[in-house]
């Protein structure tokens, strides 16, 4: 069975722009959270989606926003880009929303701001 | 604020030894997971740890929570080349999101 998979690999953008990453989740899983990774740093949660509704959401500002689809896939939208947005964005996936159903990551999306 | 902290930051041996990683805080965490990331891919869960005091092993790695919950350690007896990794624990938060450690960078020599 594929694994979480994520759109595109890399991107490069400047500042100022607006960028959206993709994710598709494991068949039949119904959440997906989204992900910051900072070099050097771990994970921060951004975003989780449960049944194409928000289920929380980290502290990030309003120029982060994500939606889920109802085949189950979801987007995360960056607006007004800045160099501390460049990270590594990793999206997971878990077949229910609850914080001990184990998250399986994608390989990632790395973004960088010039 | 609920942190992990996580050490040592670094870690390069050689392979066939030991080495331990710590995963702190002077909070209470309801459970804390390890996970391992490669370069280009993302974390792979390991384990997850519940009950104070509890230990797991996965083959090589041992996994340990503390008796307070407030911290917990991996393991690896006869480290090997292919345990290299980033090695990081995230614990539950208070607001029942995963509160992340910066991480383990771990490099076995052969």
């Known amino acids: 069975d594929a694994g979480v998979t994520q759109s595109p690999t890399h991107l490069i953008k400047t500042r100022g722009q607006q960028v959206t990453l993709r994710c598709s989740p494991i068949s039949g899983h119904k959440s997906v959270s989204w992900y910051q990774q900072v070099l050097g740093q771990g994970p921060q949660f951004i975003f989780q989606?449960?049944?194409?509704?928000?289920?929380g959401r980290g502290n990030f500002p309003d120029r982060f926003s994500a939606r889920q689809f109802p085949n189950y896939s979801s987007e995360l939208n960056v607006n007004a880009l800045l160099l501390g947005d460049s990270a590594l964005y990793l999206c997971a996936s878990s077949v229910l929303a609850g914080i001990t159903d184990t998250q399986y990551f994608g390989p990632g999306t790395r973004l960088t701001v010039l | 604020t609920q942190l992990l902290e996580q050490s040592p930051q670094f870690l390069s041996i050689q392979e066939g030894e030991n080495l331990t990683v710590y995963c702190n805080s002077s909070?209470?965490?309801?459970?804390l997971q390890w996970y391992r990331q490669e370069p280009g891919e993302g974390p792979v869960l390991l384990v997850t740890v519940v009950t104070g005091g509890e230990v797991k092993k996965l083959k090589r790695l041992t996994f340990q929570f503390g008796d307070a919950r407030k911290d917990s350690s991996l393991h690896i007896t006869a480290a090997q080349p292919g345990d290299t990794g980033l090695y990081l624990c995230a614990g539950v938060g208070s607001n029942y999101q995963l509160i992340w450690g910066a991480g383990t960078k771990l490099i076995i020599k052969p």
């Open positions: 989606y449960y049944e194409k509704e928000e289920r």
């Open positions: 909070s209470v965490f309801s459970s």
